[in-house]
């Protein structure tokens, strides 16, 4: 019997057993920690990853804002046979208190520029205009910072942005959240060339509290994409998505608010992913007492779900984020999750369901260790050695009081299955 057997065996006799014995069962996390390679630890306060190719070479390229550091920068991918080196970087400017960091080609000129969510007393939300010639990207003086015009003067601690498309004209649009006092989900218009900054105007769609998640999906099969949030605080907390009403006048109002699931619950990040392959795309979310929160998806309006509670209680910190993912490459969907307050305990592990994913205990195995790591953030699974296997990029902003940067753990099961004897045929479980 293979160890992987053993573990699914013990998380079966978990199911059957009262929750204090099964908690017993399954505590620690299985496995050995994954390498780690770090992409950059020069800054201070590295706070969120996100993805796209800046240069056209076929590469995922990342964005980061290094909170403390109080900068925005763009890394470039240097391919897999390099990948485990540090990347080539570029400060694209100045961003004190920056939260979030996307890109987003927002004068329709071919080049991504990057957009800077700064929240604490800036409150602002920053365009880097990348040069237009992409030999220059790594040349700092190449970018132009600006501000986009604030709709509130001042008063939102903006947390989270998204480029969308939402009026069908000019260029693409800005959606954006925020935190704090008077809160808000809304979405800039952009106007003709979406160079003049002052020229955007900002559309409320929702009042919020703690803006945690914004993902563009088509929610309710009408062909437009609507908005999925996680709201950390406040009476419209939980897990909901906007319903975009169509292209008019009406989209300048607020659209209107469904709810799925975690009303009761401090939320923090959200994905979405079809967890029970059932065709239905669902929800994972990470809540605050160290559990992550299934919404199963019930009916292609987006009006049905079902909430299941999976453990993440594994010699762990407080659950951060999490998303779905084929981590062992065996066909079936598993969970990975990052972690907050994770000093001296696991910050980052995958989890593995046994016969269903409505399961409580899953079988968890390790990916970061327990030794560096306090505050890790939002994830994003990608093949960036080249063997075919999801890695697991994301940063940590709180060890040694710098945190530990922008890095990447190396998915040890590509490697594994290349040296694996051939396929039998038979199934895997």
Known sequence: MKWTDGIRCLTLLATV???????????????????????????????????????????????????EGGITRVYLNPGHGKATSRWPAVTVGRTP?????????????GALD??????????????????????????????????LADPENGAQQWMFAWPMQIDGENGVDLVA?????????????????????????????????????????DMDGDGDSDLVVSDRRGPLRGCRWLENPGIGSVQTRPWNNHFMGAQDKEVLSMALGDLDEDGLQDAVVAVKDMKILFLKRLDRAGLKWHTYVISADFSAGNTRAVVVADVDNDK???????????????????????????EHLWTPHQISGAERGVKYDRIEMLDLDGDGDLDLLTCEEREGGRGMGVFWYENPFGKRQQSAPADTGKPRR
């Open 97 to 109: 208190s920056v939260e979030d960091a996307v890109f987003a080609d927002l004068d329709s000129d």
């Open 114 to 147: 990057v957009v800077s969510c700064c929240e604490g007393r800036t409150k602002k939300v920053f365009v880097h205009w990348a040069p237009d010639n992409r030999e220059q990207i790594l040349t700092p003086q190449a970018w132009k910072q600006d501000v």
């Open 332 to 358: 079936q969907p598993d969970l990975v999750f990052t972690t907050w307050n994770a000093k001296g305990r696991h910050g980052v592990l995958w989890l593995e369901y046994g016969r269903t994913p409505s």
């Open 17 to 67: 057993l009262p929750a204090s014995v099964a908690d017993l069962v399954a505590a620690e996390p299985v496995g050995g920690p994954w390498a780690r390679h770090t992409i950059d630890d020069t800054s201070r306060g590295a706070d969120g990853t996100k993805l796209a190719d800046i240069n056209g070479d076929g590469l995922m390229d990342i964005a980061t804002g290094w909170e």
């Open 177 to 217: 959240g925020s935190k704090g006092k008077n809160a808000q989900i809304g979405w800039f218009q952009a106007p003709k060339g979406g160079r003049d900054l002052s020229a955007y105007r900002w559309h409320p769609m929702s009042a919020a509290g703690w803006v945690m998640s914004i993902w563009k999906q």
